[in-house]
Nanobody, 128 residues
Framework: QVQLVESGGGLVQTGGSLRLSCAAS????????MAWFRQAPGKEREFVAT????????LYEDSVKGRFTISRDNAKNTVYLQMNSLEHEETAHYYC?????????????????????WGGGTEVTVSS
C-alpha cells in the first residue's frame, strides 16, 4: 500500500509555471507506475501524464505535450509535474495516482479507474 501527498499548487498567471510534487510513503515506490490527473469544477477527472515505474516511459495528454514534464526520483519516493505556459483553462485540482499493473504498457493508462491509490490533490489556479 502507498500513501500519496501532493504539493506545489497555487495561483499563477497565464503563461506562468508551477512544479507539482507528490511524495509517497512505503518502501516499494519504485514498483508503481505514477500518473497525474486533474479535475476542474463540474468536469470529469482527466488524464495529464504518466510515468513508468523506472521512469523510462512517459506519456502525455495531447494538449500538454511540450509544456508539461513528468519525472520521478525513486530514491526520494517522489514524482513531479513541471508545468510551463499554463493556460486559464488548466485551472483544476491536480491529483497524483499510483498503480502496480503496468498500465503505461497498455491502452488503459489514461483511465483513472485503473489506478489503485491517489492523494488529496493540490489546487492550481491560473488567472486570465
Amino acid at each position: 500500500q502507498v500513501q500519496l501527498v501532493e504539493s506545489g499548487g497555487g495561483l499563477v498567471q497565464t503563461g506562468g509555471s508551477l512544479r507539482l510534487s507528490c511524495a509517497a510513503s512505503g518502501r516499494t515506490f519504485s514498483t508503481y507506475g505514477m500518473a497525474w490527473f486533474r479535475q476542474a469544477p463540474g468536469k470529469e477527472r482527466e488524464f495529464v501524464a504518466t510515468i513508468s515505474s523506472g521512469g523510462e516511459i512517459t506519456l502525455y495528454e495531447d494538449s500538454v505535450k511540450g509544456r508539461f514534464t513528468i519525472s520521478r526520483d525513486n530514491a526520494k519516493n517522489t514524482v513531479y509535474l513541471q508545468m510551463n505556459s499554463l493556460e486559464h483553462e488548466e485551472t483544476a485540482h491536480y491529483y497524483c495516482e499510483a498503480e502496480e499493473k503496468g498500465l503505461v504498457y497498455s491502452d488503459l493508462y489514461s483511465d483513472a479507474r485503473g489506478y489503485d491509490y491517489w492523494g488529496g490533490g493540490t489546487e492550481v489556479t491560473v488567472s486570465s
